[in-house]
């Protein structure tokens, strides 16, 4: 695919204290991207709550990044179409990609419970945008495009001493001796170090 060339985000027309970096550049990008005007010049977790709190900015930059994504953007002040905006934008960012661990709470944007979680959906929204078909305005951060666990076609092994294989339950077996060089492709694994003498003399 040809490459976009894509505005960049200018993030020093702004300050911010060092601990609220990562959600202040989070709001710049979002007002990059809709146009709408952050509260002030200096950006704090209050400001982007009151930002952010109606769901209508949020619905917008769903809509900038795939237009008509969200038909239906309430106006209103009162609280439940405001937190209908928001539950609208959580269904659409999860349509789009955006991954269960990665979104919030209703109550996390209108109530301003947890907004470093908002933004970090927000963000996670904002990297997704590099492989949106038809998208052309800015992104937030570098492209998706690690996964966890290696490729099937990794060729390097690793020396898995006495490892276990993680399981389902959250839970861990004994790799058996024979099978304690593996590739690297075989995902779900735990290295737990250098063999014993006793899983030494097992595998001799």
Same mark, same amino acid.
């Given at each position: 695919?040809?490459?976009?060339?894509?505005?960049?985000?200018?993030?020093?027309?702004?300050?911010?204290?060092?601990?609220?970096? $990562?959600?202040?550049?989070?709001?710049?990008? /979002?007002? =990059?991207?809709? *146009? %709408?005007?952050?509260?002030?010049? @200096?950006?704090? !977790?209050?400001?982007?709550?009151?930002?952010?709190?109606?769901?209508?900015?949020?619905?917008?930059?769903?809509?900038?990044?795939?237009?008509?994504?969200?038909?239906?953007?309430?106006?209103?002040?009162?609280?439940?179409?405001?937190?209908?905006?928001?539950?609208?934008?959580?269904?659409?960012?999860?349509?789009?990609?955006?991954?269960?661990?990665?979104?919030?709470?209703?109550?996390?944007? $209108?109530?301003?419970?947890?907004?470093?979680? /908002?933004? =970090?959906?927000? *963000? %996670?929204?904002?990297?997704?945008? @590099?492989?949106? !078909?038809?998208?052309?305005?800015?992104?937030?951060?570098?492209?998706?495009?690690?996964?966890?666990?290696?490729?099937?076609?990794?060729?390097?092994?690793?020396?898995?001493?006495?490892?276990?294989?993680?399981?389902?339950?959250?839970?861990?077996?004994?790799?058996?001796?024979?099978?304690?060089?593996?590739?690297?492709?075989?995902?779900?694994?735990?290295?737990?170090?250098?063999?014993?003498?006793?899983?030494?003399?097992?595998?001799?």
């Amino acid at each position: 695919a040809t490459p976009v060339d894509r505005p960049e985000v200018d993030y020093s027309a702004y300050s911010y204290d060092a601990e609220n970096e $990562f959600v202040a550049k989070v709001v710049i990008w /979002v007002s =990059a991207v809709t *146009g %709408a005007p952050l509260p002030g010049p @200096h950006i704090d !977790p209050a400001g982007v709550h009151t930002y952010l709190k109606s769901g209508v900015v949020l619905c917008d930059l769903l809509n900038c990044i795939r237009p008509g994504t969200i038909k239906r953007v309430e106006s209103s002040p009162m609280p439940f179409p405001q937190r209908e905006n928001i539950s609208r934008f959580l269904d659409a960012a999860s349509k789009l990609g955006v991954q269960g661990h990665q979104l919030f709470r209703t109550g996390d944007c $209108f109530d301003g419970l947890d907004i470093r979680q /908002v933004c =970090a959906c927000v *963000g %996670a929204l904002g990297r997704l945008c @590099h492989d949106v !078909p038809g998208y052309t305005g800015p992104c937030f951060g570098k492209p998706v495009t690690a996964r966890m666990g290696a490729h099937r076609q990794s060729s390097f092994s690793v020396a898995t001493g006495e490892g276990r294989w993680g399981t389902a339950a959250s839970s861990y077996r004994p790799v058996p001796p024979k099978m304690q060089s593996r590739s690297a492709s075989a995902t779900g694994f735990v290295a737990m170090g250098p063999p014993s003498p006793k899983a030494e003399a097992a595998a001799a």
